[in-house]
């Protein structure tokens, strides 16, 4: 069963930096190559928007929102995705998941299968 643990939210002053991890059970980074593992984040009243997807060999794609200030890396040793965002803004504030389907990336929650339970971020001004 694919397990998925997000951590590393917290509270921060606006232009300042968190990092957000995701750490997966249930399958292994670099026994698997076709699968998309993707962050989106919920802001209370809003819907969940996709923010970074990362697949396995391409270049992550990024919501225009947070290109720029967000970076994913891997560790496929540990593995786990991270979610390095610098510059962090009052409307980066929200619920963060990680997300993962064996399928192309996609922006769209409704598709993917396995979720994180979520990491807070939230950003003071």
């Known amino acids: 069963q694919v397990q998925l643990v997000e951590s590393g939210g917290g509270s921060v002053r606006a232009g300042g930096s968190l990092r957000l991890s995701c750490s997966a059970s249930?399958?292994?980074?670099?026994?698997?190559?076709?699968?998309?593992i993707a962050w989106f984040r919920q802001a209370p009243g809003k819907e969940r928007e996709a923010v970074a997807r990362?697949?396995?060999?391409?270049?992550?794609v990024y919501a225009d929102s947070v290109t720029g200030r967000f970076t994913v890396s891997r560790d496929s040793a540990k593995n786990t995705l991270y979610l390095q965002m610098n510059s962090l803004q009052d409307a980066d504030t929200a619920m963060y998941y990680c997300a993962v389907r064996f399928e192309h990336c996609s922006p769209e929650p409704r598709v993917y299968k396995y979720w994180g339970q979520g990491t807070q971020v939230t950003v003071s001004s």
């Open positions: 249930g399958f292994t980074y670099s026994t698997y190559s076709r699968y998309c």
């Open positions: 990362d697949y396995p060999g391409r270049t992550p």
